[in-house]
């Protein structure tokens, strides 16, 4: 099972550099989203977190008129139709992930939450860990359409890193209740870690869908 090795897009060049472009997308995300909080910790609403902030709205802004066209494309010039129904949901759930990581770094932009110092490691792990779901769920996305034979080594990846974040995100919350902060701030500043641990999340769910998709593509 998963020993296609075969491009979905063998006669659809172009829809096939869009999808990849998507990808990419996804993945400049990630990055985008990492350094930015790294810099918020650092400097909180900086000149510089400012323009990291509109950045990622910038990618999630060209990955919906990337997911738009590729809809488009899909239908008015009938391609891969057997297909088109799961690549069209796949899509619009890579789309989430990259709004996530845009509503994420809006609420610390517009909520300016004040993180204890010795929370800032935690915060940074759980956002890299949270991140490095994402990135290994486009691989595995980006493998569906290209090369099946390394869908599911992606996809395990996926499965272990969300394993270590709903860890992390558990045990921040934990220490977060447990501090002598005002329970206004606990509160705020647990939501945070339950939506930055939600990416990951949302990465895993994508992934248990993308393994029924290639079954269904081998069979």
Known sequence: MFHVNLSLFSQTKALENKIDLFHDKLLDATMTFKKAIKIYLQEKRSDDFRKQSKQVK??????DN????????LYTQNLIPDLRA???????????????????????YAEQPDIPVEYHGRIVEL???SAECAENMAKASRAFFRDMSSVR???????????????????LT?????????????????????DIADIADTAEDFIDELLIFTIKRDV
């Open 58 to 63: 910038l990618i999630e802004h060209d990955a």
């Open 66 to 73: 990337l997911r738009r066209e590729i809809e488009n494309n």
């Open 86 to 108: 799961d690549v069209l949901h796949l899509v619009e759930n890579l789309d989430k992930v990259i709004n996530k990581f845009d509503e994420v770094t809006y609420r610390f």
């Open 127 to 129: 956002c890299s860990l």
């Open 153 to 171: 080594d992606y996809s395990q990846k996926v499965y272990f890193i969300e394993h270590d974040s709903d860890r992390s995100s558990r045990k």
């Open 174 to 194: 934990e220490a977060i209740f447990d501090s002598d902060m005002p329970l206004a701030n606990k509160i705020q500043l647990g939501n945070f870690v339950t």
